[in-house]
């Protein structure tokens, strides 16, 4: 009787729970392979408050820190790295970044992590799958650096952005024959460059003068100086104060001195 009433105990259990998938050890390692990466620097997202992206604008101002973290780690531009997850994830609004947190259409190839299958340039090809979308960010760093085919993207300048973009197509990342131009449009439309030298001035700021190299940002529809203020680490008080704001009342089309 009680090994009969110890089998209806498990019986129960067992019905009760959910089935747990566990990854692989391979999975596992190539997990931990991107998140210690990404772990060794850290960057401007915050995985539990991921806000809601509107826009291309709201994109911009919430990836921005992240792509010049991977600037200034793995000289790739942050204006290449922001317009390829603007174009690849459709503003963050695709079901690749959605799903799966992928903002840059990479693919499996030899990745042993999750995955997500999705038509491309034939159907349900696989992607690699993400916990969170700062690890796409950095395993787009990790791709390109680790690939023999694009080691001549680091011959170019790191302020070149158009060769950038005409030498992604040319190592074979993209098959759209327009992918140059339109990473290069987003660049320009936004003014994606100002990243660039976001990260080239405050690394030769000993070297500027007022006259040549004082910058600057024009503000845009959604912009707020709480906005301006993280996305180029400077404090809302300062922001007031160098230029002669009595408030924080912003017009679009308004130049802003960000650092002298």
Known sequence: MIKFRILIVLFIFSCGTKKVIINSPAENDNIQRVDKKVNSKSTNVNNNSLPIINNVNDYIDYFSGVAMDEMRTYKIPASITLAQGILESGSGKGRLSVEANNHFGIKCHDWKGPKIFHDDDEAQECFRKYSAPEYSYRD?????TS???YSGLFDL???DY???AKGLKKAGYATDKNYPNKLIN???NYKLFIFDEIVLNKK????RSLRDNTLKHEVIKGDTLYSISKKYNISIKELLKINKLKDRTLIIGQLLIIDK
Request: charged share 30%; aromatic share 10%; glycine share 0%.
């Open 140 to 144: 787009h760093s990790i791709f390109l």
């Open 147 to 149: 690939r023999s085919r």
């Open 157 to 159: 300048s790191i302020s």
């Open 162 to 164: 158009k060769n950038w």
């Open 186 to 188: 987003l660049i320009e």
């Open 204 to 207: 030769n700021r000993k070297n």
